[in-house]
Structures are given as C-alpha cells and as structure tokens.
Nanobody, 127 residues
C-alpha cells in the first residue's frame, strides 16, 4: 500500500527558508512522478512543483520558480521541497502526491493526474 508522509512544516518569518520532506513507501517509485501541491485557506489546491523520480526532470509553478527546489533522495526514498525567500502568500497546507503514469513526458501539474496523496503539512509564513 502506497503511503506518503510529509514533514518539515512550521512557522517561519518572511524571507526565511524551510525544507519539506515526503517519505514514500509501499512500492518502488522509480517510474513515478512525485509532486507537491498546496492549499491556502479559502482557496483551491494548487500545483507547486514536480519531479520525475528516475530522470530527475522538474516542473515548477511560476509563483515559486527561483525560490523553491524539488529534489529526491533515492537512498532515503524521500522527495524534498527546499523553500527559500518565503512570502506570507506561501502560507498553506503542503501536500505530497505521486503519479504512477510513467508515460507522461512532462511531470503533471493537475490534481487529477496524481493517484496518491499525503495528509499534508502546514507552512505558515509571518510578515
């Protein structure tokens, strides 16, 4: 059974940094795309970043390009989201997700493309 468990959220001041981690278990993810989404209060869940596990190619939302980096650690079976220069508008619950459709040429940015989801971790950025 696939399990995704996020960690690393917390409270940080604007301009600060945080690293989120997603521990993936239950199967081999070498052919998966792993993504991060977020949902702010009163808003819909939105795409943040994604990475193809095997090839390492990535995709980012425009709002986080240049500030966030997604990377995987195959030895630990984790997908991480390093966040720099955080802004109050980055405040949200961050979710890890896994897409088993290995045939996608580009990591997806739509919720429906992802089969498995974690429970989320809260990130709060104070101004």
């Amino acid at each position: 059974q696939v399990q995704l468990v996020e960690s690393g959220g917390g409270l940080v001041q604007a301009g600060g940094s945080l690293r989120l981690s997603c521990a993936a278990s239950g199967r081999s993810f070498s052919r998966y795309v792993m993504g991060w989404f977020r949902q702010a209060p009163g808003k819909e869940r939105e795409f943040v970043a994604a990475i193809r596990w095997s090839a390492g190619n990535t995709r980012y939302a425009d709002s986080v390009k240049g500030r966030f980096t997604i990377f995987r650690d195959s030895a630990k079976n984790t997908v991480n989201l390093q966040m720099f220069s955080l802004k109050p508008e980055d405040t949200a619950v961050y979710y890890c997700a896994a897409d088993s459709a290995y045939y996608r040429a580009t990591p997806g940015d739509m919720e429906y493309e992802y089969d498995y989801w974690g429970q989320g971790t809260q990130v709060t950025v104070s101004s």
